[in-house]
C-alpha cells in the first residue's frame, strides 16, 4: 500500500458488489470491458480507458507534461493517454489511461452505474481472498506474499513481468505520471487507485 498525491496519475479499476454478469463483460462508454470475480467481488478485468464521467461530461485531456506540471486544471479532474510516447492508440487499448486522484473521487462517477473505484477496504477485502492476513492488508508498505503473481498476467513481450492470472484479473504493468508530469515504469510496474482519502491531499493506493 502506497499513498500518492492527487495531480499525480495512475490507473483506476471498477468494482462492484454484485454478482459478474452471465456475459463476462460491461459495456461502458463505447467499450466492452471484460470482468472477474475473486472472493466474492466482481472486477473489471481491464484498466479503464474512458473520457467520460458517468453522466456523459467529458473529462479533460492532458497529455503535454508542461501542463501537466503546471498543476492544469488546478484542483480538477484530468486523464492522459497511457505510454510513451503518448496519443499511442496501440497503448491505449492495452494498459488503459492513466487518471489523476480527482477523477477517482468525483461525484459524477467514471465508472459505470452499479460500479465504483474500489475503497481502501475493498482492496483490503481483495487482498485477504487472495491469501494475505488482514492485519497485513491494513498495514503499510510491502506485502511480501504473492497477491501479485495471482493478478498478474505473464506476457512474452515482458520479460519481468510474469503471474499466474488465476482468476482472470489480467493485471498489465501500466507504470504512472508523476505529479510533474514525467510518465513512469511503463511496461515495469503498475499502481491503482482507491476512492479513499489518506489525508487532506492524498488517497490510498495499491501497487
Same mark, same amino acid.
Given at each position: 500500500?502506497?499513498?500518492?498525491? $492527487? ?8 468494482? &462492484? ?7 463476462? *463483460? +460491461?459495456?461502458?462508454? @463505447? ?6 470475480? +475473486?472472493? @466474492?467481488?466482481?472486477?473489471? #478485468?481491464? =484498466? ?12 479533460? /485531456? ?8 503546471? %498543476?492544469?486544471?488546478? =484542483? ?6 497511457? @505510454?510513451? $510516447? ?14 489523476n486522484g480527482h477523477v477517482a473521487v468525483d461525484a459524477r462517477g467514471v465508472c459505470p452505474t452499479g460500479w465504483h473505484v474500489p475503497s481502501h477496504e475493498e482492496w483490503?477485502?481483495?487482498? /485477504? &481472498? ?6 497485513? #492488508?491494513? @498495514? ?5 506474499? =504473492? ?14 513481468? +510474469?503471474?499466474?492470472?488465476?482468476? !482472470? ?5 501500466? !507504470?504512472?505520471?508523476? &505529479?510533474? %508530469?514525467?510518465?513512469? =515504469? ?7 487507485? *482507491?476512492?479513499?482519502?489518506? *489525508? &487532506?491531499? *492524498?488517497?490510498? +493506493?495499491?501497487g
Amino acid at each position: 500500500m502506497k499513498w500518492i498525491f $492527487p495531480l499525480a496519475a495512475i490507473l483506476l479499476p471498477c468494482w &462492484a458488489t454484485a454478482q459478474c454478469p452471465a456475459a463476462g *463483460s +460491461v459495456r461502458f462508454d @463505447g467499450y466492452d470491458y471484460r470482468v472477474t470475480s +475473486v472472493g @466474492g467481488q466482481c472486477w473489471f #478485468a481491464e =484498466n479503464l480507458r474512458t473520457t467520460h464521467f458517468a453522466n456523459g461530461e467529458a473529462i479533460p /485531456v492532458v497529455d503535454a507534461p508542461d501542463l501537466w506540471d503546471a %498543476g492544469w486544471p488546478a =484542483n480538477g479532474p484530468a486523464v492522459v493517454r497511457a @505510454g510513451t $510516447p503518448r496519443r499511442r492508440e496501440d497503448l491505449r487499448a492495452r494498459y488503459g489511461l492513466y487518471y489523476n486522484g480527482h477523477v477517482a473521487v468525483d461525484a459524477r462517477g467514471v465508472c459505470p452505474t452499479g460500479w465504483h473505484v474500489p475503497s481502501h477496504e475493498e482492496w483490503i477485502t481483495l487482498e /485477504v &481472498a487472495l491469501g494475505c492476513g488482514e492485519e497485513v #492488508a491494513r @498495514g503499510f508498505g510491502f506485502r511480501g506474499g =504473492n497477491q501479485g503473481l495471482l493478478l498478474r498476467i505473464t506476457d512474452p513481450e515482458l520479460e519481468q513481468w +510474469v503471474g499466474l492470472d488465476a482468476f !482472470g484479473w489480467g493485471a498489465l504493468p501500466g !507504470g504512472f505520471r508523476t &505529479a510533474d %508530469g514525467e510518465d513512469f =515504469n511503463l511496461g515495469d510496474s503498475n499502481y491503482f487507485w *482507491s476512492s479513499t482519502s489518506r *489525508s &487532506a491531499k *492524498s488517497l490510498y +493506493v495499491r501497487g
